[in-house]
C-alpha cells in the first residue's frame, strides 16, 4: 500500500523499477506507470537505470534495502521508522557519508497542510517560547490484526509505540528539540499479541519542556490530535483526512488581559498532499545534494527513545 502511495506521489522522477517478493504486486504496479517488474531486491537497487530508491518494507527489511542502496551510490526516501532499532542504521549512515549518497526517511506527517502552516507560526515566533507538547495517535486494528506481520516482533521491531508513536515522537522532536529525560510504559490490553497496543511517553527537554504523547491500536475510532503550548498562545492539529476525520489547525492567540483567547482556524478538507510534498522534497535534496531532514539522525533519535522504553519493560525484542 505505502509502495503504491509513494509512486503515485512521485513528480518530476521516472519510476523504472518496481520490485516485490511477489512478483504479481510488482506486476500490477510496474504496468501503471510503464516500468519493469523484478522480485529481486539486490538486483533492483543495483540496476544502472536507478539512481534512487524508494523503499517502503516492512520493518526488518527497511536497513538491508537502505543499505544495499547507499552502497551502490544510490539516494534512498526510507519509510519510517528507517529500521526496527537504532543501531540498524549504522552501516547505511556510514556508507551514505563513503558514497555520498542522501537518505530521507519517510516521516510524511511534517508534511501535512496543518503542520506545515504550524511550523511557519511557530517559527514566526509569535506563539512565544513552547512549554509544552500534547500528542495522541491511534486506530482499533482490524479482524486478524494479531496475525499481521506489525504483531511479529522479529518483522516489526515492536508494535504500536514504533508503529504511530514514531511519527509522534519525530514531530515532538521537530518542535521541541531532543529528550535527553524519558519516561513511559506500553501495554498489551487488548490484542493477542507480543507486542504492545498501546504506548505512553512523557519526554522532557534539557529545558523542562514536556511532551505528553499516547499511541493506541485500542483507539475504536481513529483519532489524531497534536497540540503545541508556548507562553502567548497554542496550537491543535487534529484529523488527517479520511477515517481521521478533516484536518484542522486551530491558533489560540492569548491576549495580554488573559481570558478567552483569539481564535483563527483553517480546514483543509482536501486530498492530503503530505505524500507529494515530501517526494518534491526528497527530489530537491538530491538536485542541491543537502543532506536531507528528516534523515538518519532523526529516526536514530526516535527509535532511541523507543528502545530505551522497551529495555526498561523487558519489551526488547532479540533481533
Known sequence: MIGRKRTAALRGARVTVCCDVAIARAEELAARCGATAVDDWRAAVAREDVDAVIAATTHDMLAPVALEAVRAGKHVLLEKPGARCAGELDDVKEAAQRTGALVRVGFNHRYHRAFR???????????????????????????????????????????????????????ARWFLGDFP???????????????????????????????????????????????????????????????????????YRMSPEMGPPETEAWEYPMADDSWEKECEAFLEDIRLGRQPQPGITDAQAALHIIERIYREQGRAAEL
Open 117 to 171: 502552516r504550524a511550523r511557519e507560526i511557530f517559527e514566526s515566533g509569535v506563539l512565544g517560547e513552547l512549554i509544552f507538547l500534547r500528542g495522541r495517535y491511534g486506530h482499533g486494528g482490524r479482524p486478524g490484526y494479531e496475525s499481521e506481520w506489525r504483531a511479529q516482533p522479529l518483522r516489526s521491531g515492536g508494535g504500536e509505540l514504533i508503529d504511530q508513536g514514531v511519527h509522534l515522537i519525530d514531530l
Open 181 to 251: 529525560r524519558v519516561a513511559g510504559r506500553v501495554h498489551t490490553y487488548f490484542w493477542n499479541m507480543p507486542v504492545e497496543d498501546n504506548g505512553f511517553l512523557l519526554l522532557e527537554t534539557s529545558r523542562g519542556q514536556v511532551a505528553f504523547l499516547h499511541a493506541s491500536w485500542t483507539e475504536w475510532k481513529n483519532l489524531f490530535s497534536f497540540e503545541i503550548a508556548g507562553r502567548l498562545g497554542k496550537l491543535e492539529i487534529s484529523g488527517l483526512g479520511g477515517s481521521y476525520g478533516v484536518e484542522r489547525l486551530t491558533w
